[in-house]
């Protein structure tokens, strides 16, 4: 067992720690009050490589590992989560994707300007009546004679969906199969009957740009089918255990930031004549979160290793994201009641970590889901 990094790892590692200090962390107040899209950050990111870690050169990408993709979205949610949430999409539910299902003249089309950070992608799965119980999309994709399809219906929760140059939509081209009724389809937002709704005033992540899409008579040419047709719903499900990887690596980058700032704090802010991290109920809060930020930490390396050994993952990605995020929420919340009344004010980014820390308990999968697909996974019933 190694529990050691390769110098390339280490490189990515190091770049997006670069970036996470000096540009993201001093302007990270800023876009969360505003809830602005940070655009020439999200640039950045791209020109370093960090928008397409896991995709070849050749497709515009840093040609890295899953091990480095973890190491480099850790870093970036540990100076805001937003910024790791926008890059998630980019590098893995879109690009990853495309790079898994797509034909060579898709990989050549789409994958290149979202690998480089050019043009922003998103995921269109939820629907508002259908979220955990994905199948229940009504978004229609009528088959046409020349094989090509016409889209009609309405997606929300879109991350990014404000500004996507290029979505992977996912829609129901035959209701009576179900799962197997599913197609992906590559969106062009700028071609006709496509339109972004209102977007969702949300508690955290604020940054990151949620909206609602709508499709009317979009047409789909034939070579914009993502996979076969029928095979979207397995497509969903196979890009979201890659995504659940990146999730996982954002909730230990908030818990990181959390934690670091606690042991900073304890040490300096005194009661009683003493420093407080002296007393034994913050001491047990400090192991407490030290325990569960490591135990996340570990148990998503795990995930991404087994991911870059070509084997399933499923159940790493769901053990993965379910221990990272339910620790990141406990993990902020103690770190709130450490600094007492500065964790409660905006002076500080720790209710900012604690508002942040919550959506990676529901997106690309809750946490009762992961539990149902854990527990599915290790019994075989259904
Ligand atoms: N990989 C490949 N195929 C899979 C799969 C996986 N991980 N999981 C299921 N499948 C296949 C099954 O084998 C089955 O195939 P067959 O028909 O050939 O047997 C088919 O998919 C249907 O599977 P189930 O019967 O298990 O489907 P289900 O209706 O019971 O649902 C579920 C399973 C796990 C609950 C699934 O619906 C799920 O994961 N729901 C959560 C959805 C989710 O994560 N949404 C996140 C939205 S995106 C987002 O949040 C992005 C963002 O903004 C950042």
Redesign the pocket.
């Given at each position: 067992m190694d529990f050691g990094f390769s110098e390339e790892q280490l490189m990515i590692q190091d770049a997006a720690r670069r970036i996470a200090q000096e540009k993201i962390a001093p302007s990270a107040e800023h876009f969360d009050r505003v809830g602005e899209f940070p655009l020439e950050n999200i640039r950045l990111l791209g020109e370093n490589g960090l928008m397409g870690i896991e995709v070849p050169v050749e497709y515009g990408g840093a040609g890295m590992d899953p091990i480095a993709y973890v190491l480099a979205i850790i870093e970036i949610a540990a100076a805001d989560a937003a910024h790791s949430?926008i890059m998630?999409?980019n590098n893995s539910?879109f690009c990853n994707g495309i790079l898994k299902f797509g034909t060579e003249a898709q990989k050549q089309k789409y994958v290149r300007e979202i690998a480089e950070g050019k043009e922003i992608a998103?995921?269109a799965?939820?629907e508002p009546q259908s979220?955990?119980?994905?199948?229940a999309m009504r978004c229609r994709a009528q088959k046409q004679a020349d094989g090509s399809y016409v889209i009609n219906g309405k997606k929300s929760?879109?991350?990014s969906g404000t500004v996507a140059k290029y979505i992977v939509l996912f829609a129901m081209s035959d209701p009576e199969k179900?799962?197997?009724g599913v197609t992906a389809f590559l969106i062009d937002t700028t071609q006709p009957g496509f339109h972004r709704g209102k977007s969702e005033p949300k508690l955290g992540i604020r940054a990151s740009a949620?909206c609602e899409i709508e499709f009317t008579d979009y047409v789909v040419p034939v070579d914009a089918v993502l996979g076969a047709e029928g095979q979207g719903?397995?497509i969903?499900?196979?890009v979201?255990?890659a995504?659940?990887i990146g999730?996982a690596a954002q909730a230990i980058g908030l818990s990181r930031a959390a934690y670091e700032a606690s042991i900073a704090y304890v040490k300096e802010r005194k009661a009683f004549g003493a420093p407080i991290g002296t007393f034994q109920m913050i001491q047990a809060k400090i192991a407490d979160m030290k325990c569960k930020l490591d135990a996340a930490t570990l148990l998503t390396l795990r995930a991404a290793w087994v991911k870059s050994q070509d084997k399933p993952f499923?159940t790493e990605a769901s053990i993965a994201k379910l221990t990272a995020s339910e620790s990141a929420m406990w993990i902020t919340h103690q770190a709130v009641q450490i600094h007492g009344g500065m964790g409660y004010s905006k002076e500080m980014p720790l209710e900012r970590y604690f508002r942040d820390a919550k959506i990676t308990e529901?997106?690309?999968?809750?946490s009762e889901?992961q539990r149902?697909?854990i527990a599915?996974n290790e019994t075989g019933l259904?």
């Open positions: 949430t998630s999409v539910l998103a995921f799965l939820t979220g955990s119980d994905a199948t929760w879109i991350t179900g799962a197997r949620t719903f397995k969903a499900m196979g979201l255990d995504g659940r999730i499923a529901i997106y690309e999968g809750t889901i149902l697909v599915r259904r």
